[in-house]
């Protein structure tokens, strides 16, 4: 680690202390609906066509907003519908303007075969500011992903090369079928026109359990995090890595960032079901209270202690850790129910490194 990189974690380390005490709310995101159109094998909220869980009605939600209208300007804080697929839902263009009308930005993630021009149209003039597309490699290894939906995925980004005053980017989730391909599929991209493009790897949470072709190994992890520093050096995409925790000597190169949890601190999920919690991606049970007995606010500002002072997560690896100061436990996402650390990519690359 050099000395800009030293500084840069201790600027990062007393920005996240200050973010634990005052907790602005930046990012809210609705988990409109566990319905989805595909079958994905890495699905970590393990979504279906027909759900047991009913999509959460409109009117259950907004109340939610005009309480956080109350303490923060909504100016400030972005709502990403997810899902599941959210275009699914029939009244997704109401959601939107509803959520619009209340003075939020509004965006949100999907896998692209429901955005049609028409569909697109629509959103865009209920105020959508952000979209992002998944899609998770050339046709063949996409379509294995997720059964299907290269085709419908690829319309929509032809779609949002053509259009103006909205952010977005696409999505890939790296695995073992798509990993050797992705120096094609960075071409495809630039040459479609797709100008940001945001790179995942899967974590063990629920369908994404059951098939170990969606990991890579330590070596491939490193080669991975080598494309990604070679790809935004030459400039031609703007590529970014996922916030799946803090990576040594990768920090800074891979982001345009030093690696910082968000969750419970700037980023809050209201679950389907009316849950509660910091991150969607976080699936294990740490959720805070629940909008049907709950109000959003109390919730927000006098409890999520679990995210905001993680020193009980210092224990197993943890404890003994060299970069615990500017990791502080790594992401939210990647800890189970016990509390314990599921993966860590800062051992994956000491691990590689090694051998």
Same mark, same amino acid.
């Given at each position: 680690? +050099?000395?800009?990189?030293?500084?840069?974690? &201790?600027?990062?380390?007393?920005?996240?202390?200050?973010?634990?005490? @005052?907790?602005?709310?930046?990012?809210?995101?609705?988990?409109?609906?566990?319905?989805?159109?595909? #079958?994905?094998?890495?699905?970590?909220?393990?979504?279906?066509?027909?759900?047991?869980?009913?999509?959460?009605? %409109?009117?259950?939600?907004?109340?939610? %907003?005009?309480?956080?209208?109350?303490?923060?300007?909504?100016?400030?804080?972005?709502?990403?519908?997810?899902?599941?697929?959210?275009?699914?839902?029939?009244?997704?263009?109401?959601?939107?303007?509803?959520?619009?009308?209340?003075?939020?930005?509004?965006?949100?993630?999907?896998?692209?075969?429901?955005?049609?021009? =028409?569909?697109?149209?629509?959103?865009?003039?209920?105020?959508?500011?952000?979209?992002?597309?998944?899609?998770?490699?050339?046709?063949?290894?996409?379509?294995?992903?997720?059964?299907? #939906?290269?085709?419908?995925?690829?319309?929509?980004?032809?779609?949002?090369?053509?259009?103006?005053?909205?952010?977005?980017?696409?999505?890939?989730?790296?695995? !073992?079928?798509?990993? #050797?391909?992705? /120096? !094609?599929?960075? =071409?495809?991209?630039?040459?479609?026109?797709?100008?940001?493009?945001?790179?995942?790897?899967?974590? /063990? =949470?629920?369908?994404?359990?059951?098939? +170990? &072709?969606?990991?890579?190994?330590?070596?491939?992890?490193?080669?991975?995090?080598?494309?990604?520093?070679?790809?935004?050096?030459?400039?031609?995409?703007?590529?970014?890595?996922?916030?799946?925790?803090?990576?040594?000597?990768?920090?800074?190169?891979?982001?345009?960032?030093?690696?910082?949890?968000?969750?419970?601190?700037?980023?809050?999920?209201?679950?389907?079901?009316?849950?509660?919690?910091?991150?969607?991606?976080?699936?294990?049970?740490?959720? =805070?209270?629940?909008?049907?007995?709950?109000?959003?606010?109390?919730?927000? @500002?006098?409890?999520?202690?679990?995210?905001? @002072?993680?020193?009980?997560?210092?224990?197993?690896?943890?404890?003994?850790?060299?970069?615990?100061?500017?990791?502080?436990?790594?992401?939210?996402?990647?800890?189970?129910?016990?509390?314990?650390?599921?993966?860590? @990519?800062?051992?994956?690359?000491? &691990?590689?490194?090694? #051998?």
């Amino acid at each position: 680690m +050099n000395t800009r990189q030293l500084i840069d974690f &201790e600027n990062t380390r007393r920005e996240r202390r200050w973010l634990e005490k @005052n907790h602005p709310l930046r990012q809210l995101f609705w988990e409109c609906t566990l319905r989805c159109n595909l #079958s994905c094998r890495h699905c970590g909220s393990d979504c279906r066509k027909v759900s047991v869980t009913p999509d959460m009605p %409109l009117e259950h939600f907004l109340p939610v %907003l005009d309480d956080v209208a109350t303490m923060i300007d909504p100016k400030k804080v972005l709502v990403n519908t997810v899902g599941g697929e959210p275009l699914v839902r029939p009244d997704i263009v109401k959601c939107g303007k509803a959520i619009t009308d209340r003075g939020f930005l509004w965006g949100f993630v999907t896998n692209g075969v429901l955005l049609t021009e =028409q569909m697109l149209r629509d959103v865009l003039n209920a105020g959508l500011r952000t979209v992002a597309v998944s899609l998770d490699g050339l046709e063949t290894e996409h379509n294995w992903l997720r059964g299907g #939906s290269f085709d419908g995925a690829m319309s929509a980004v032809k779609l949002l090369t053509r259009t103006r005053n909205l952010l977005w980017d696409v999505i890939t989730c790296v695995n !073992q079928r798509n990993f #050797s391909t992705l /120096p !094609q599929l960075k =071409q495809y991209l630039i040459n479609a026109g797709v100008t940001k493009w945001r790179i995942f790897t899967i974590f /063990p =949470q629920g369908r994404a359990k059951l098939n +170990n &072709e969606l990991y890579l190994s330590p070596e491939q992890y490193v080669e991975l995090m080598d494309f990604i520093a070679a790809t935004r050096k030459e400039g031609e995409i703007n590529l970014s890595y996922s916030c799946e925790g803090f990576l040594g000597d990768y920090e800074g190169v891979v982001r345009g960032h030093i690696f910082r949890c968000d969750a419970g601190t700037m980023t809050a999920s209201i679950f389907a079901n009316g849950d509660i919690s910091g991150c969607l991606s976080i699936r294990s049970h740490y959720n =805070q209270g629940n909008i049907y007995h709950d109000r959003f606010s109390d919730v927000w @500002n006098n409890r999520f202690e679990q995210m905001r @002072n993680r020193r009980w997560m210092k224990h197993d690896e943890c404890a003994k850790c060299k970069v615990w100061d500017w990791c502080a436990g790594g992401p939210f996402h990647l800890r189970d129910d016990d509390g314990k650390m599921m993966h860590c @990519n800062y051992l994956t690359i000491c &691990e590689a490194k090694k #051998s």
